[in-house]
């Protein structure tokens, strides 16, 4: 897999993911594991719908 997310990316997925999971946790609610996904997409700097669409916001090329 290449990697199609950059760092600026990265950066916005993780920040989005802790304050989804933190409001789940804030509500006692179970929808705050939606936040991982953002997270791992982070982590792997591979999101399946950028590659699905074409996207990509990794600067480095191959």
């Known amino acids: 897999m290449k990697s199609n997310i950059g760092k600026t ?3 916005a997925r ?3 993911g802790l304050i989804v999971i933190a409001v789940g946790v ?3 609610s179970w929808w ?4 991982l996904v ?6 792997t700097g591979w ?3 950028y590659t699905l669409f ?5 600067k ?3």
């Open 26 to 28: 804030y509500l006692k």
């Open 14 to 16: 993780v920040s989005i």
């Open 38 to 43: 953002p997270i791992l997409t982070a982590a």
């Open 9 to 11: 990316d990265r950066i």
């Open 47 to 49: 999101c399946g719908l």
């Open 54 to 58: 074409g996207i990509s916001t990794c």
């Open 32 to 35: 705050g594991a939606i936040g």
């Open 60 to 62: 480095i090329k191959g």
